[in-house]
């Protein structure tokens, strides 16, 4: 993509106001359905002989709220909702999109699939080997994050459904619908990249309410080196939802892989199952690569295809 012209930091703004606008939504979103659990909360409180006095407490009530179901249905909610509004907000300035059915073949598929599970296991890999070197501690906080993201009991599938598709879906259309393509617009492809995948990374700084921050410091550095990863496929499969394909892939293997590890007998096992489907992926990929099975479409994208439309029109209205 040619940038029509580059100003970096009007770049940076533009890269970043879709990122206030998802953070603010967030805000209010969960705190209105916040509203809806503090009535439970407080009958049981005062069930339990506790005075109103109690709700003055904001490290009790911070512990009610996380012990409830409200993280989950909270995450899900926000996700969904603001999905809908990136995604109208997406259509409007999608101009460097292909259309979907040009995205996708079948030898496409099977490299993006590759591509979700080789980043979960090199990102799984880094993580062993950092707590190797990290203290205890750190490896035992990341631990906590990663056991409340994926739930438990009543609230693990609605979890699930934030993880693994909400999640996704508002991120991306977010970070490599939204972001990547204004900041693609005024600076060069490699700075776009990094500022919206930092930018990413440090979205994940919203989970602190899980986890000490140590653990989510961790996910902050991974999620951005995911990011752009993620900018990388959308810019070269010239559609985000190449790379929305590719982050379903990374959470669901990541939460299919708690789900068999917390429910297996041996739980190495699991492990090494995996690990060896993350290496033949990677394989798979290097090969395609290689053997240059995977080139960018040559549709024209949604700019060109309302440039040429607008010629047309022009056109019949000279004669």
């Known amino acids: 993509m040619q940038n029509e012209k580059k100003n970096w930091l009007l770049g940076i703004v533009m890269s970043i106001v879709p990122v206030l606008v998802f953070l603010a939504g ?3 979103i969960s ?3 916040q509203l809806f659990y503090i009535p439970g909360i407080v009958a049981e ?3 339990s002989g506790a005075g109103m006095e109690i709700l003055q407490d904001k490290e009790w009530v911070t512990e009610q709220l996380m012990n409830s179901s409200y993280v989950a249905v909270s995450t899900l909610a926000c996700d969904l909702l603001i999905s809908v509004g990136i995604f109208f907000w997406w259509r409007a300035v999608r101009k460097p999109e292909v259309q979907l059915k040009n995205a996708f073949t079948g030898k496409k598929i099977i490299f993006l699939v590759c591509t979700g599970i080789a980043i979960q296991f090199l990102i799984n890999v880094i993580l062993v080997l950092s707590f190797m070197v990290l203290p205890e501690k750190v490896s035992q906080d990341y631990q906590m994050l990663s056991e409340n993201l994926t739930g438990d009991g009543a609230t693990s599938v609605v979890m699930a459904l934030a ?3 909400a999640a996704p879906l508002s991120e991306d259309l977010l970070m490599r619908g939204l972001a990547l393509n204004y900041g693609r617009k005024y600076m060069n492809d490699v700075a776009a990249i990094i500022i919206t995948s930092v930018a990413f990374g440090c979205m994940h700084f919203s989970n602190i309410q899980l986890a000490p921050l140590s ?3 961790i996910q902050v550095v991974y999620a ?5 990863v993620l900018a990388v496929v959308a810019i070269k499969f010239k559609s985000v939802w190449a790379s929305v394909f590719v982050h379903f892939i990374v959470n669901g293997s990541a939460q299919l892989l708690s789900v068999l590890g917390g429910n ?3 739980e190495d096992v699991v492990s090494y199952c995996f690990y060896g489907v993350g290496l033949i992926s990677v394989i798979v990929m290097i090969i395609m690569v290689r053997k240059k099975m995977i080139s960018s479409p040559d549709a024209p994208t949604f700019g ?5 439309k607008k010629v047309v029109a022009d056109a019949q209205t000279a004669e």
């Open 26 to 28: 967030n805000l209010i």
């Open 31 to 33: 705190s209105i359905i």
């Open 45 to 47: 409180a005062l069930s």
């Open 163 to 165: 993880v693994v598709i």
């Open 215 to 217: 653990g989510v410091l």
């Open 224 to 228: 951005s080196l995911i990011g752009a």
């Open 264 to 266: 297996a007998k041996n």
């Open 304 to 308: 060109e295809i309302e440039a040429a």
